[in-house]
């Protein structure tokens, strides 16, 4: 059975700072690994999907990386900004469709 | 507006009493999904589909039931809810295949008493 994990489970840092949140994976027969964005109270927004023949994704501020040799995913933010505060989630995704969520990073970002 | 549509966004219900959640998308995927989130346990998947009147079981499917019989809507049934089914409730879809994510409904929170 697949098993996600995110370290840390909370982050804390100022504005400006460069982050990696990171998420592992047990099982490396994955078909894609997701990023998502929660904020308190909503639902989760989609930030970047990396299929399994692909390395990373970027888009703007945010890179994503994905090593399946090793299990591991990792989530890149430049520049963090306050509204950059929310909970990341990452989802490995079997080509069956069963997805597996790790538990979360909740990011605070200082002013 | 694309977008995954959920309903109802609160329910309180009574223990035994049968509901249904609905859920519609209209972009047209393929592949639709139902997840709960609870406190400490994560985003848990219940159920999923990949295509009009293929459904399979995700981590957690016992107590619900659904179906996909338009590939729009994919509706998540409790039978008898118990209180232990309380929780945070999200649907998403996906034209699966490429590089988009998932498409989440902004969420349905039952509580069973």
């Known amino acids: ?31 894609n690994l997701q990023w998502f964005r929660q904020d308190p109270g909503k639902g989760l927004t989609s930030l ?23 299990g591991r995913s990792t989530l890149y933010i430049a520049a963090s900004q306050p ?18 969520f790790g538990d979360g990073t909740t990011l605070t970002v200082k002013p | 507006e694309a977008q995954v549509t959920q309903n109802p966004r609160y329910l309180i219900t009574v223990t035994g009493k049968k509901l249904t959640v609905t859920c519609s998308q209209n972009m047209n995927h393929e592949y639709m999904s139902w997840y709960r989130q609870d406190p400490g346990l994560g985003l848990r998947q219940i159920y999923y ?15 619900y039931k659904v179906s996909r019989k338009e590939k729009r809507n994919f509706p998540l049934i409790l039978e008898s ?5 309380t929780s945070l409730y999200f649907c998403a879809s996906n034209p699966w295949g490429g590089d988009y994510g998932y498409t989440f409904g902004s969420g349905t929170r039952l509580t069973v008493v």
């Open chain 2, 81 to 85: 809810p118990s209180p232990n089914q």
């Open chain 1, 83 to 100: 509204g950059d505060s929310a909970t990341y989630l990452c989802a490995a995704g079997t080509n069956a469709g069963k997805s597996t």
């Open chain 1, 48 to 70: 970047l999907l990396i299929q399994s023949s692909q390395r990373e994704q970027t888009s703007g501020r945010l890179n994503a990386s994905l090593d399946k040799s090793s």
């Open chain 2, 49 to 63: 589909s990949m295509n009009v009147e293929v459904t399979d079981k995700g981590d957690v499917p016992e107590g």
């Open chain 1, 1 to 31: 059975k697949q098993e996600v994990t995110q370290i840390p489970a909370a982050l804390s840092v100022p504005e400006g700072e460069n982050l990696v949140l990171n998420c592992s994976f047990t099982d490396s027969a994955i078909y």
